[in-house]
Nanobody, 125 residues
Framework: QLRFVESGGGLVQPGGSLRLSCAASEWTSDFYAIGWFRQAPGKEREGVSCISPSDGSTWYADSVKARFTISRANAGDTVYLQMNSLKPEDTAVYYC??????????????????WGQGTLVTVSS
């Protein structure tokens, strides 16, 4: 099963920026839609953004529109989530998985085994 490794999280002040990376556990020539999800303390996991392989179309949750940008490296094996104007409510563990975009952007669709370690983003002064 193809798995992904998230990185780039950290502690940032409100209004700051971070760029998260999502890399495939093994190189593959197959292009696939990737979705970013997040889970804040005490809350359910939610879809944040996704990117489709064919035309590069994207989707964003309303809470992150105009602040987050998802993109894909030219080689296709890494997906980035640029997060600007971060708010305390963006604090969460962020995960990336293969997911239909946008039809697959509901966390409850997935078995618990698909989720990796995630990367922690903490927005605090």
């Amino acid at each position: 099963q193809l798995r992904f490794v998230e990185s780039g999280g950290g502690l940032v002040q409100p209004g700051g920026s971070l760029r998260l990376s999502c890399a495939a556990s093994e190189w593959t020539s197959d292009f696939y839609a990737i979705g970013w999800f997040r889970q804040a303390p005490g809350k359910e996991r939610e879809g944040v953004s996704c990117i489709s392989p064919s035309d590069g179309s994207t989707w964003y949750a309303d809470s992150v529109k105009a602040r987050f940008t998802i993109s894909r490296a030219n080689a296709g094996d890494t997906v980035y989530l640029q997060m600007n104007s971060l708010k305390p409510e963006d604090t969460a563990v962020y995960y990336c998985i293969r997911a239909g975009c946008p039809e697959g952007m509901t966390a409850s669709l997935f078995d618990s085994t698909v989720w990796g370690q995630g990367t922690l983003v903490t927005v605090s002064s």
